[in-house]
């Protein structure tokens, strides 16, 4: 705006605006070559020889073909990046002003104006069609055989809730029952797969194992990520999600593997959900079934936990909860005695 008030000022006092080519206009354009070449060289400099600081390794059997993808789409677009990128600047030095050359105006071109239309269209099809493949695989139904593992998202923390080893299988929540007393997942004690249901603060699971993740938030919206699975799903109030993946490495062996003692997994919230955000991480154990199952066996049950909870179990649901949870329970016992 400054520039061209200056040259209406300058027509105005009767000046003539001066259109002939200067030097700074050749050194301008030689800038703009040294830029798109210093620039291009820096990018694929870092790019490659830093690739193994912001890359991880892969643990699960999907993480492969989502990498894939990953990897096509990024060529897809570096390719059409440096294309545009010379071509821009290739055009801003070959076309800069010479005196006596006009430019030649084309008011359409229908077969470039097909190309740039068509040949994008194709590229973006296939790529969401892949992808949309993958997203219908994990997130679809998980096998019979399927360790089944809730998640509960909170400000500021992971919770995570397991089936007991007698029945295998969650009970029924409701977040009508939630409270602030000890029933953080909100468990339905009428419903006796909720009997031995325990919960943990660190996630464990088998490898070689399927894994379906049943997620849901109590407050605000998180998101799970786990990186090294190239697991990542949103925990949104009141819409429960899930994720299907199966491990491929135990902790142990990505430890041999990075040469490190000290990795451990981990899972992060990727979604900014408070003041606290930073601090929501959750410890993540991968190992073999034999030990995981053992793991399982030491864990307390819920209920044995907080057994002021036994009386909202049904009457005659009681002594099944009590055998259920682990309680130890006498011919003669009351639920009082149980309770204390």
């Known amino acids: 705006m400054i520039f061209r008030v200056g040259n209406l000022v300058s027509i105005a006092k009767g000046g003539v605006v001066d259109e002939k080519s200067s030097t700074a206009n050749k050194v301008n354009a030689a800038l703009f070559i040294v830029f798109m070449v210093g620039s291009l060289g ?16 892969v643990a699960s059997v999907h993480g492969k073909h989502t ?56 590229v973006l099809a296939v790529l969401i069609f892949t992808g949309l493949r993958a ?24 919770t995570a809730r397991y089936p007991g080893v007698k029945d295998k299988e969650l009970g029924k929540v409701s977040y009508k029952l939630i409270d602030n007393f000890g029933n953080e997942f909100g468990l339905d004690l009428s419903d006796k797969h909720s009997f031995d249901d325990f919960k943990s ?10 894994i379906l993740l049943k997620i849901r938030a109590k407050d605000v919206l998180h998101s799970v990520f786990l990186p090294h699975f190239r697991v990542k799903m949103d925990a949104v109030p009141g819409m429960p999600t899930q994720f299907k993946f ?36 959750m410890p993540v154990v991968v190992e073999s079934q034999e030990a995981y ?28 909860a009590m055998i259920q949870a682990g309680m130890q329970k006498d011919p003669g016992a009351t639920v009082a005695e149980v309770k204390q």
């Open 42 to 57: 820096l990018f694929f400099w870092y790019s490659f020889s830093h690739f193994h600081e912001y890359t991880l390794p």
């Open 67 to 122: 990498d894939n993808l990953f990897w096509i789409t990024m060529w897809v677009t570096v390719i059409a990046f440096v294309i545009i990128s010379i071509v821009m600047f290739v055009f801003i030095y070959q076309y800069q002003y010479k005196e006596g050359r006009k430019a030649k105006y084309f008011p359409d071109n229908h077969y470039l104006e097909l190309a740039w239309t068509i040949i994008p269209a194709i």
């Open 135 to 158: 997203w219908n695989d994990i997130t679809s139904p998980a096998s019979k055989d399927a360790e089944v593992i809730e998640l509960v998202a909170q400000q500021f923390a992971w």
């Open 201 to 210: 603060l660190e996630l464990h699971f088998p490898v070689d194992q399927e």
């Open 246 to 281: 199966k491990a491929t490495k135990t902790t142990q062996e990505m430890r041999d593997e990075l040469g490190n003692p000290n990795f451990n997994y981990e899972l992060a919230c990727t979604e900014i959900c408070g003041r606290g955000h930073f601090s929501m991480k």
């Open 293 to 320: 199952e053992a793991w399982k066996a030491k864990q307390e049950t819920w209920l044995k936990q907080n057994p002021g909870y036994l009386e909202k179990v049904p009457a005659a649901l009681k002594e099944a």
